[in-house]
T-cell receptor, first 115, second 109 residues
Framework: NAGVTQTPKFQVLKTGQSMTLQCAQD?????MYWYRQDPGMGLRLIYY???????DKGEVPNGYNVSRLNKREFSLRLESAAPSQTSVYFC??????????????FGPGTRLTVL | AQSVSQHNHHVILSEAASLELGCNYS??????LFWYVQYPGQHLQLLLK??????LVKGIKGFEAEFIKSKFSFNLRKPSVQWSDTAEYFC???????FGAGTTVTVRA
């Protein structure tokens, strides 16, 4: 089991460039998430997908789009990168049930710098 | 405003000292509560979780946390820390999938 994998690990972009962060999980989880981690601010939820075919905005969705390609994969796209999007991005997944959210399993992160 | 507050930004301890990290949340309904740890250069891992039942939960590596519903708190404790406990610790609440800002714990040998 690879768990949650993310690519790339590092990326440097110029302002205005676009890119897609990839995430995949092999744990048959139904829910997937994208967070950004900034110093002193913890993890903030960008978008999540409660199940295949659905996506919802989190706390900080502006400037991002997502695609839940299938049950395994959940990608995050920056259409026009800005320096404010310099951050570490984490993908996570969990098996959500009717009783609530279970523990999340996190990927290794993508460190993105926008110049 | 964040719905999860962690009281300490940075805690510095000596080995064998006791550790307590505070966490308060602001949602009044039923929540699931979590503590995650992020060791330097690694991704977040679950330390422990509370869903229901005994409010004192035990996690991995000797950590425990106590849920006090009346205080909306879920504080993390460890009686005797080791150098390897140096990490960042995050409290999380299932309501809006909120994380606290994190507490950096540095344990000096």
């Amino acid at each position: 089991n690879a768990g949650v994998t993310q690519t790339p690990k590092f990326q440097v972009l110029k302002t205005g460039q676009s890119m897609t962060l990839q995430c995949a999980q092999d744990m048959n989880h139904n829910s997937m998430y994208w967070y950004r981690q900034d110093p002193g601010m913890g993890l903030r939820l960008i978008y999540y997908s409660a199940s295949e075919g659905t996506t919802d905005k989190g706390e900080v969705p502006n400037g991002y789009n997502v695609s839940r390609l299938n049950k395994r994969e959940f990608s995050l796209r920056l259409e026009s990168a800005a320096p404010s999007q310099t951050s570490v991005y984490f993908c996570a997944s969990t098996l959500s049930t009717a009783s609530g959210y279970n523990e999340q399993f996190f990927g290794p992160g993508t460190r993105l710098t926008v110049l | 405003a964040q719905s999860v507050s962690q009281h300490n930004h940075h805690v510095i301890l000596s080995e064998a000292a006791s550790l307590e990290l505070g966490c308060n949340y602001s949602y009044g309904g039923t929540v699931n509560l979590f503590w995650y740890v992020q060791y330097p250069g690694q991704h977040l891992q679950l330390l422990l979780k509370y869903f229901s039942g005994d409010p004192l939960v035990k996690g991995i590596k000797g950590f425990e946390a106590e849920f006090i519903k009346s205080k909306f708190s879920f504080n993390l404790r460890k009686p005797s820390v080791q150098w390897s406990d140096t990490a960042e610790y995050f409290c999380a609440v299932s309501y809006k999938l909120s994380f606290g800002a994190g507490t950096t714990v540095t344990v000096r040998a």
